[in-house]
């Protein structure tokens, strides 16, 4: 009986090791962008007005520039009088730069309002970025 234990114990304690040792492997295996840190999506988000919930950047066809924002913020925020609008901008060299109004959002009926805002008049390098700025307010 103590030897059928022992076997079950170095079997189990193997099993860990090699699991141990294969997610040590994975984790090593993984690149990470070095500026991934400073740039869209990873940066700094500064928003006021709104609990924003999720992001999403596109780019232009080049990947230099950005196209849209859309985020999407917690709750109805389209009953105010007037309606709210979001804003968004960008935040280069320390110097937050000018915002685009990105109108009103669209509720979606049940939890959260989505904002798509047109930034291409902004003509921000995607390399230059530090923070996604963005207001709602009415």
Partial sequence: MLRRQRTNFF??????????????????????????GNQLG???QDVSGA????MHYTLAADGVTVDTVTFVAAGDLTQGV?????????TVAGTPGPTVDCGTGAYDGSTSTTFTCDVTSLAQDVSTVQATDIAVSN
């Fill in 42 to 44: 990873y940066g700094t």
């Fill in 11 to 36: 079997g189990l304690a193997v099993m860990v090791l090699i699991a141990v040792a294969v997610g040590a492997a994975f984790t090593a295996s993984n690149t990470i962008d070095a500026h991934a």
């Fill in 51 to 54: 609990h924003v919930t999720s």
């Fill in 82 to 90: 007037p309606q709210e609008h979001g804003f968004v901008g960008f």
